[in-house]
């Protein structure tokens, strides 16, 4: 009988969920805990790390888990490394449920960095009014450049910050072109700084950007273990059905 790991925490994971409990397909929904409130799911949810590969690849003998479909976020990369080797491990079929890279249109101003690092080395220079757009994990990085102002936009409250110069904006998206625009224009941003993240949620921000004539610091997307590649919840119901 088939029993599905998600490892989630997108909103490809979350359409993923609502279709497995739809068809009553055994499923449990795995969360890595950095958000306080997570989304409900109408699946069993665990909440938490799994203590690397080999302790995910006992969690998925201990559960006979029969597939696991990685749907975290693209920059994840640790937990998409430890999943296809967790997955060799338990000899257990793996796919990733993945959103295609966003992609640089006419009137875009973006300047590509290969990773985090990268892109707080560009960032020296002159203050600035920057959306930093990178989440909460990382903004100890960008405290190296603590001559900007930063506007940030978390889901949930940050506690103590290390910039010591910021604007701070709680919020879950998805998010639309013209909220992101007048939030934009109210903090007078001069530069984004996004992850590619791809997918619809978050686009509206690079979007108001072209449309302002703001520049993106654009970060690009890890390298990624090989594995076999979804693009929606209707690819993963078929590669369930003949795998």
Request: glycine share 8%.
């Amino acid at each position: 009988m088939t029993h599905l790991l998600i490892l989630g925490g997108t909103t490809e994971a979350n359409a993923l969920a609502k279709a497995l409990a739809e068809q009553g397909i055994p499923a449990t929904y795995s969360y890595a805990g950095r958000v306080e409130n997570p989304r409900p799911q109408p699946l069993p949810v665990r909440v938490g790390g799994f203590g690397g590969a080999e302790g995910l690849a006992n969690y998925l003998r201990d559960h006979a888990v029969t597939h696991v479909v990685d749907a975290t976020h693209p920059f994840a990369a640790q937990m998409s490394r430890n999943a296809a080797a967790a997955c060799r491990k338990a000899g257990v079929t793996l796919a990733a449920l993945t959103r295609p890279a966003w992609t640089a249109q006419e009137g875009d101003r973006w300047q590509h960095v290969p990773d985090i690092d990268s892109a707080v080395t560009a960032m020296s220079g002159a203050p600035q009014r920057v959306f930093l757009a990178v989440g909460r994990m990382h903004l100890e990085d960008f405290a190296a450049q603590p001559q900007h102002h930063y506007l940030l936009r978390l889901v949930d409250e940050p506690g103590a910050l290390p910039l010591p110069n910021c604007d701070v904006v709680v919020s879950r998206g998805p998010f639309t072109f013209e909220d992101d625009q007048a939030l934009m224009r109210q903090h007078g941003i001069e530069l984004v700084v996004s992850k590619n993240a791809g997918g619809t949620g978050a686009r509206a921000k690079l979007d108001a950007a072209r449309a302002l004539g703001v520049p993106v610091l654009m970060i690009d997307r890890p390298a990624l273990p090989q594995r076999t590649e979804l693009s929606n919840v209707a690819q993963v119901l078929d590669w369930l059905a003949h795998s």
